[in-house]
T-cell receptor, first 117, second 112 residues
Framework: EAGVTQFPSHSVIEKGQTVTLRCDPI?????LYWYRRVMGKEIKFLLH????????ESGMPNNRFLAERTGGTYSTLKVQPAELEDSGVYFC???????????????FGPGTRLTVL | LAKTTQPISMDSYEGQEVNITCSHN???????ITWYQQFPSQGPRFIIQ???TKVTNEVASLFIPADRKSSTLSLPRVSLSDTAVYYCLVGPFNQAGTALIFGKGTTLSVSS
């Protein structure tokens, strides 16, 4: 079974440009999460989808970030316009519906490294 | 979510058993304890999860005392490939949508 995949693995853009990150969760996983680690800091939660619905976006830093999950499958995270402080590694994770399992184990993708110059 | 405290770093030699202890004094009744492993340039990888007593899988064992205020991740006979950062997390992981709160983790270095 394929794990969580993310694209691209690395993106380098200039300040003010737009970047879109993509996450493909494990097939059948209703829950999808975005996290990020900025330089020197801990991994921080950004938001959580259940299927196509945003359940919790309390970690989104500001309105320059837009996450979507149309159709409840893959998700995109758009940063527009990108700022220098957005540089970091963006991780996606997915988990099954807890009705299907007793605990919510989140499986992470390899991350997308974003560098804003 | 309960705050966790774990060593910043540990060193070990190949073949040794490594025990990493995590303190979580404010753990709630419905909280579980989960450990993740992260290699450089990769996402965190789930290792093991437990609620009480002892849990063992093919990778590690997790020991949780009766008061649940701490837990110990045990890695038997480590190899060089076990060099990674290990994170202890606590939360109501029987509920979907629980945001994982990562601390700095414990950097384990295994040498030959």
């Amino acid at each position: 079974e394929a794990g969580v995949t993310q694209f691209p693995s690395h993106s380098v853009i200039e300040k003010g440009q737009t970047v879109t990150l993509r996450c493909d969760p494990i097939s059948g996983h209703d829950n999808l999460y975005w996290y990020r680690r900025v330089m020197g800091k801990e991994i921080k939660f950004l938001l959580h989808f259940v299927k196509e619905s945003k359940q919790d976006e309390s970690g989104m830093p500001n309105n320059r970030f837009l996450a979507e999950r149309t159709g409840g499958t893959y998700s995109t995270l758009k940063v527009q316009p990108a700022e220098l402080e957005d540089s970091g590694v963006y991780f996606c994770a997915s988990s099954q519906d807890t009705a299907s399992s007793s605990t919510d184990t989140q499986y992470f993708g390899p991350g997308t490294r974003l560098t804003v110059l | 979510l309960a705050k966790t405290t774990q060593p910043i770093s540990m060193d070990s030699y190949e073949g040794q058993e490594v025990n990493i202890t995590c303190s979580h004094n404010n753990i709630a009744t419905n909280d579980y304890i989960t450990w993740y492993q992260q290699f450089p340039s990769q996402g965190p990888r789930f290792i093991i999860q437990g609620y009480k007593t002892k849990v063992t899988n093919e990778v590690a064992s997790l020991f949780i005392p009766a008061d649940r205020k701490s837990s110990t991740l045990s890695l038997p006979r480590v190899s060089l490939s076990d060099t990674a950062v290990y994170y202890c997390l606590v939360g109501p992981f029987n509920q979907a949508g629980t945001a994982l709160i990562f601390g700095k983790g414990t950097t384990l270095s295994v040498s030959s």
